[in-house]
């Protein structure tokens, strides 16, 4: 049979400075070290920039063969 990709979509939010960033990029190490692949995306070009990701327009495109993807709301 055919196998089926799961897919999860997480969301961070909070204010300036309490570690946002730093939280995503222990995430994405972890998920990488067990060989998971990892889209990275924020709303604006500058969150992208701060968290080593793109924006979710600029990730939409990137996935355009896809049959479909999952976003969340924050």
């Known amino acids: 049979g055919a196998v089926q990709k799961q897919h999860c979509a997480w969301c961070c939010a909070g204010g300036a400075g309490v570690g946002k960033s730093y939280t995503i990029e222990v995430l ?7 060989r998971r692949t990892v889209g ?35």
């Open 28 to 34: 994405v190490q972890q998920l990488q070290a067990m």
């Open 40 to 74: 990275i995306t924020a709303s604006t070009g500058t969150a992208a920039l701060n968290i080593n990701g793109m924006t979710v327009h600029r990730y939409g495109q990137n996935l355009r063969t896809q049959a479909c993807i999952l976003l969340s709301h924050c």
